[in-house]
C-alpha cells in the first residue's frame, strides 16, 4: 500500500471516530482538538462504539440482491466483465487494506480500557473475527496476499512486503477465528444484526468448508495434504452452533410461505436468521429488491435456467429429470407437484401481485423462470430503492449444509448426518419422501458434476446447496472451490415452446400471456407478450419448437488461471514485489 493511502487513512479515521463521537449521546465528549487514543478508548461504551464500524465490512442488502448476478443457474442482459475475455490486470481492483488498518488499531488501543477481562476477550474476538474475514475475502480473490496484524506507520518497510502463502495466511485466519469462537460473547442477538458466538461459529463453518474444498479440488496448490483438517474444522464448528440447539429451521403454518418469508420481512425471522442485513422504513435505510428484479433496465432481467429449474424434486420426493421427454413438458405442467421452494422462488401457478395474477413476464425474462425471492409483493417499490425486507447473511440453513458437505467430503456422511440436515430441509419444502437416496443421480453428474466422482449424498447435498441459497450470492464461491468455472460457459437453456406463434397461457388463468415469434405481428392481441427467436441470440433447440437457448450471443471465458484474480497493475507499480498472479502477467 502507498503511503498517500495510509495518511488518507489517519485523516479518515480522526474524522470518522470524531463523527461517531459527536453521535453517541452517552459518550463521554472531549474537545474536538484533544481526541486521541488516551481518550477514546477508556470504556466498554468506546469500544462498542469503535467495533461499530466493522460491520460496514459485511455485505450490503444491496449486495445480497445481486449476490448470484454471476453464475451458472441465471441468465440476465449482460455477463460480468470478468468472463469477457478482454478484462486485464489494468481493470482490476479489490487491493484495499482501508478496513484492515481499522481493525489492527483497535486491537493496538483498546488495551487502554479499563474492563473486565470477559468484555475485553468479547471485544478482541469481534475485532478478530473481523479480521478473519476480511482475510478470507482476499485470500478467496487473489491467493497469496501480505499478511498484517499491525498498524503500519508511513515509514515501516512492511508497507511494501510480497504476498505470504496462502497456508499462512491461512493458518493466522483460523487461529483468529478460533478466538473469536471462544471469547465472543454467546448471547444471542435478539435484532439478528449483532455477532455472537453462534454466529462467529457458523461463518468458521463457511470458511473452513470453502477452504478445505478449495484444496481438495484445486490439485495445483499442492495443499491436498491439509484438506480434511479444514474440513474437520467446518463440521466441528457447524455441529457446535446445531448442538447448541437455539436456532431452528423456520416452519409456518402455512408451507408455501415458510421459505420465502425469510427473505421479504422487515423484522428477520430470528428462529433461522442468525445475520442479517436490517433494512428499516422509519429510518429509511432500504435497499432496491423490487426495482432490480421487476425492471427490464435497471436490473439485468435475472432469471434462472431450465437446467437449474430441472434440479428441483417432484413433491413426492422423486427426480423429476428420471421421467422420459422431462425437457419437453410445458411450464404451466412442469411446475406443478414440485418442491415447494420452486414456487418460492419463481413466478407461476396462483401467483399474484395487488390481487392480480403475474405470470412470468417475457418483456423481463429470457427464459419465463422469473425469480421473485426477495421481491415484495406489492407494486410499490418496483421502481425505486425503498424495499424495507431485511435480507440474510447468515441462516440455520446453511449451517445445516455445512456441515452435511464437510461430513460427506470426510466420508463420514451417515443416514444420521442426512436426518440432521438435508432431510430436515426437504421436510420444510414439502417432500412426502425425504429418505436418502442410495443411488446416483445421473442428471446432476452428467450437466453438472462430470468427472469428480462424487457419491450419492454428496450429489444431493450440492443439490440441496443450490436451491435453498439459489440467488443469496454462494453460487460463484461455490464453483470456484469444486474448481467448476466450466459450468459458467454452459448455454443458457429456457423453458419448452411446443410451437412458435401460438399464444400460451403460462399460470393458467384463462389468459395468454406469451407466443414466440420470428417477428412481432402488426395486430398485436392485447396482453400477449411477443417474444422474438431470431435465431442467433435466442433460438429454440429444435428450430420450430424445443426449449429456448437464450443470450447465445453473450460470449464468455473462463480459463484456469482466473480461479484467481489479478493483482491491481498499479498497486505492482507502487510495490514492485509485490507477484502477479500466474497467467496474468501479460493480460
Known amino acids: 500500500m502507498n503511503k498517500r493511502k495510509y495518511r488518507m487513512k489517519k485523516i479518515f479515521f480522526i474524522a470518522t471516530l470524531a463523527l461517531l463521537t459527536a453521535c453517541e449521546k452517552s459518550f463521554e465528549q472531549y474537545p474536538p482538538d484533544k481526541l486521541s487514543p488516551e481518550n477514546a ?64 488499531y483497535f486491537l493496538e488501543q483498546m488495551v487502554r480500557a479499563q474492563i473486565s477481562d470477559e468484555s475485553r ?33 508511513i515509514d515501516d518497510p512492511d508497507l511494501y512486503k510480497t504476498q505470504d502463502s496462502r497456508a499462512y495466511v491461512m493458518e493466522k485466519v483460523l487461529a483468529d477465528l478460533n478466538f473469536a469462537c471462544e471469547n465472543i460473547s454467546p448471547a444471542i442477538d435478539p435484532t439478528s444484526s449483532q455477532i455472537s458466538r453462534p454466529v462467529a461459529l457458523a461463518f468458521k463453518s463457511r470458511i473452513c468448508l470453502f477452504e478445505g474444498t478449495y484444496r481438495k479440488y484445486h490439485e495445483e496448490l499442492s495443499l491436498q495434504a491439509t484438506a480434511n483438517t479444514w474440513l474437520q474444522e467446518a463440521a466441528d464448528a457447524a455441529k457446535q452452533v446445531i448442538d447448541g440447539g437455539q436456532y431452528r429451521l423456520n416452519i409456518e403454518s402455512d408451507p408455501t410461505t415458510s421459505f420465502r418469508n425469510l427473505f421479504i420481512n422487515e423484522q428477520p425471522k430470528t428462529n433461522e436468521i442468525m445475520l442479517a442485513a436490517i ?58 407437484n414440485r418442491d415447494l421452494r420452486l414456487q418460492q422462488c419463481i413466478r407461476m401457478g396462483s401467483y399474484q401481485r395487488e390481487g392480480q395474477p403475474a405470470p412470468p413476464d417475457f418483456t423481463y425474462t429470457y427464459t419465463g423462470y422469473m425469480p421473485y425471492k426477495f421481491t415484495l409483493d406489492s407494486k410499490a417499490t418496483d421502481g425505486r430503492a425503498e424495499n424495507n425486507n431485511s435480507l440474510p447473511l ?8 455445512n456441515y452435511a458437505e464437510a461430513m460427506a467430503e470426510l466420508n463420514r456422511f451417515t443416514e444420521a448426518e442426512w436426518n440432521l440436515t438435508i432431510k430436515l430441509l426437504r421436510e420444510r419444502a414439502g417432500l412426502s419422501n425425504t429418505a436418502m437416496p442410495l443411488t446416483a443421480d445421473t442428471y446432476l453428474e452428467q450437466e453438472y458434476f462430470a468427472d469428480q466422482n462424487l457419491s450419492a449424498a454428496l450429489l444431493e447435498i450440492r443439490r440441496e446447496r443450490a436451491i435453498e441459497l ?26 419448452y415452446v411446443p410451437a412458435m406463434n401460438t399464444p400460451y397461457d403460462l399460470n393458467e388463468d384463462g389468459k395468454d400471456d406469451v407466443s414466440f415469434v420470428t417477428a412481432v405481428p402488426s395486430n398485436p392481441q392485447k396482453g400477449i407478450v411477443y417474444f422474438v427467436i431470431n435465431g442467433t441470440q435466442h433460438y429454440l433447440t429444435n428450430q420450430t419448437s424445443g426449449n429456448i437457448v437464450a443470450q447465445n450471443n453473450l460470449r464468455r471465458i473462463f480459463d484456469d488461471f482466473m480461479y484467481l484474480r489479478p493483482i491491481p497493475i498499479e498497486e505492482i507499480t507502487l510495490n514492485p514485489d509485490l507477484k502477479q498472479n500466474a497467467g496474468w502477467e501479460s493480460r
Open 121 to 153: 476477550k468479547h471485544f478482541e474476538g469481534l475485532a478478530r473475527f473481523f479480521r478473519a474475514y476480511f482475510y478470507f475475502n482476499k485470500v478467496k480473490q487473489f491467493g497469496n496476499v501480505p499478511w498484517q496484524e499491525k498498524t503500519l506507520t
Open 470 to 495: 439459489a440467488m443469496e450470492g454462494f453460487r460463484y464461491d461455490d464453483l470456484m472451490r469444486w474448481k467448476l468455472a466450466n459450468l459458467l460457459l454452459k448455454p443458457y437453456t429456457g423453458l
Open 394 to 401: 447468515m441462516r440455520y440453513a446453511e449451517v445445516l449444509l
Open 41 to 104: 478508548f477508556n470504556t466498554e461504551k468506546d469500544l462498542q462504539l469503535y467495533a461499530n464500524s466493522f460491520y460496514n465490512n459485511l455485505p450490503s442488502a444491496n449486495d445480497i440482491v445481486r449476490g448470484d448476478q454471476t453464475s451458472d443457474f441465471l441468465v440476465g442482459s449482460t455477463i460480468d466483465n470478468y468472463l469477457s475475455g478482454s478484462y486485464s490486470a489494468a481493470q482490476a481492483g479489490g487491493w484495499t487494506w482501508e478496513p484492515l488498518r481499522n481493525i489492527n
Open 279 to 336: 433494512n428499516n422504513a422509519s429510518l429509511r435505510v432500504l435497499n432496491d429488491a423490487n426495482w432490480y428484479w421487476t425492471s427490464a433496465t435497471y436490473g439485468r432481467r435475472l432469471s434462472f435456467t431450465k437446467t437449474f429449474v430441472n434440479t428441483f424434486l417432484n413433491r413426492d420426493g422423486s427426480r423429476f429429470t428420471d421421467q422420459a421427454n422431462y425437457n419437453q413438458i410445458p411450464f404451466w405442467e412442469e411446475v406443478k
